[in-house]
Structure formats: structure tokens, C-alpha cells
């Protein structure tokens, strides 16, 4: 149904802000039945949730993350942007823009994934 | 260190059957559904299977899930070359009211 794709630069420099936007189509980001949010994978480690926000304002964040990060969704164009302020190496991944499903008080499955793009801090 | 906990890697011959055990706590994997997702080398992540053994169109029904209190299971019958990649679960952790993923664990087809 959706159709993510991630957009923005590949190097950073250290503590800079990183701002990525994922571009949605195949249906409004005014969905009521999805969160868009983050979720990032280290070179050759696992997934990191960075957060979410629905489009009622509700959203959440990984509380490691909490304080530097930022979601936000720009419903004229169809999409939504992220922004980690103060960027170190540990920040250099690949960056995922995905869509879970939303429940009133959690956010259930991942159904939609951008291709990924890989952010370097240096 | 992740929330849920998987094994680094598991592995079994072709044909035959694998588990992948994810495990958590009670704010997270027992009261929430987990969802799994495979992930093939320089690709995204892909959702296998989720709540009560609801899979997305095209994914075969040789990939279930088994529940048991803080616990979920991934269960791969009939192992295909195919099908080796990295699998992760993932759920809702109510305390933390986040969403979190176990370490992944990576799948050889002997």
C-alpha cells in the first residue's frame, strides 16, 4: 500500500544536526491507522527505534534518543522528516523512515519500510 | 544490550525445521504481540509474521509463531536456501512506551 523513500545527506559532520525526510506515497501520511517514524541500524548491528508520530500529534520516542531527537510531519507534501541534533560516530548508520501500525496507547507492526539510507558522521 | 533477547545465530540442513526464540518480560512480549521481520543482506527489513500467526501477503505459511508467557517463537518448517538472512522480533514494551527489537539472529541453511 505505502511506498517509503528516504531522502538527505550521507555525511555529517560531528555535532551537527542530521535531517532526513521520507517521502510517502501510495496514501496520506493522514492515515489514521499508522504512525511514521525511524528506526536505524549501526553498520553490522542490529535495529534501533528512534521514535514515532501520528498524525494526532501523539508520538513516541526512544528514551536513550529522547533528547536529541525529533519527529515531524509535513501533510502538504505528503511527508516526514527527522532530526538528530548533536551528532556523534555512534550516530553513523543506516537510517530506515517505516510506518507501524497505531493503537491508541502502543504502536504494533512494522508493515512499511523505506529502502534505507546510510548516514556518516564524520 | 536488547530489551528481548534472541540467539546470535542458529542454524539446520535444508528441508528441515528451525526455531528462533525471542525473549522478554512482562511489559513487553507477554501482554503485546511481537512481530518478526527477515532482513537479507544490504536490504531493508521485511515484516514476516505478526500477532496471532497473521502473515503479509506472499510470505508462506512455512513461517509461523508460538507464544508462551514473556516469550515468542519463530518457527521455519521446510528450510530453503533462501531463507537464510537475518531474522528479528520485535514488539510494544509498555514501560518504556517504545517499540523494541531483540539483537537479531542470523540464519545459516546448512
Known sequence: ???????????????????????????????????????????????????????????HYNPSLRSRVSISLDTSKNQFSLMVTSVTAADTAVYYCASPRYYYDSAG??????????VSVS | QSVLTQPPSVSAASGQKVT????????????????????????????????????????????????????????????????????FCGTWDTSLSAFIFGGGTKLTVL
Open chain 2, 20 to 87: 528462533i526464540s525471542c525473549s522478554g518480560s512482562k511489559s513487553n512480549i507477554e501482554y503485546n504481540y511481537a512481530s518478526w521481520y527477515q532482513q537479507f543482506p544490504g536490504a531493508a527489513p521485511r515484516l514476516l509474521v505478526y500477532d496471532n500467526n497473521k502473515r503479509p501477503s506472499g510470505i508462506p505459511d512455512r513461517f509461523s509463531v508460538s507464544k508462551s508467557a514473556a516469550s515468542a517463537t519463530l518457527v521455519i518448517t521446510g528450510l530453503q536456501t533462501g531463507d537464510e538472512a537475518d531474522y
Open chain 1, 109 to 118: 507492526r512494522i508493515d512499511f519500510w523505506g529502502q534505507g539510507t546510510l
Open chain 1, 1 to 59: 500500500q505505502f511506498q517509503l523513500q528516504e531522502s538527505g545527506p550521507g555525511l555529517v559532520k560531528p555535532s551537527e544536526a542530521l535531517s532526513l525526510t521520507c517521502t510517502v506515497s501510495g496514501g496520506s501520511i493522514s492515515s489514521v491507522n499508522y504512525y511514521w517514524g525511524w528506526i536505524r541500524q549501526s553498520p553490522g548491528k542490529g535495529l534501533e527505534w528512534i521514535g514515532i508520530v501520528h498524525n494526532t500529534g501523539t508520538s
